[in-house]
Nanobody, 130 residues
């Protein structure tokens, strides 16, 4: 199976930056899908970003609320996925979760749904102060 461990969360002032890391181990490959979700107190878990291969085409997708501010990328070994978060806002405060999936034949649009993903990390807290 796949194990995921997030790191890099913390407290940052509004307008600042953080880089989250998700280290993957186990039976994971470069073509497996990885992404980020977040959950604020009292709210549903929501999609943040994902990168994935569909055939020979590489896709990145972001929630509207983070477009232009957040960037998802993977390292050269494809065993770690990062979320670079810039221009952070108090409303970005949440527990951020890394997710992975090795399912095939899933429509691209379905990766914004938490139920699509098979593996989850424990989460890392991001708090943005005003």
């Amino acid at each position: 199976q796949v194990q995921l461990e997030e790191s890099g969360g913390g407290l940052v002032q509004a307008g600042g930056s953080l880089r989250l890391s998700c280290a993957a181990s186990g039976r994971i490959f470069s073509t497996d899908h990885m992404g980020w979700f977040r959950q604020a107190p009292g709210k549903e878990r929501e999609f943040v970003a994902t990168n994935l291969w569909v055939g020979d085409t590489y896709y990145r997708d972001y929630a509207d609320s983070v477009k232009g501010r957040f960037t998802i990328f993977r390292d050269g070994t494809k065993t770690t996925v990062y979320l670079q978060m810039n221009s952070l806002r108090p409303e970005d405060t949440a527990v951020y979760y890394c997710a992975a999936s090795n399912r095939v034949g899933v429509p691209v649009g379905d990766f914004v749904k938490g139920s699509t993903w098979q593996y989850w990390g424990q989460g890392t807290q991001v708090t943005v102060s005003s």
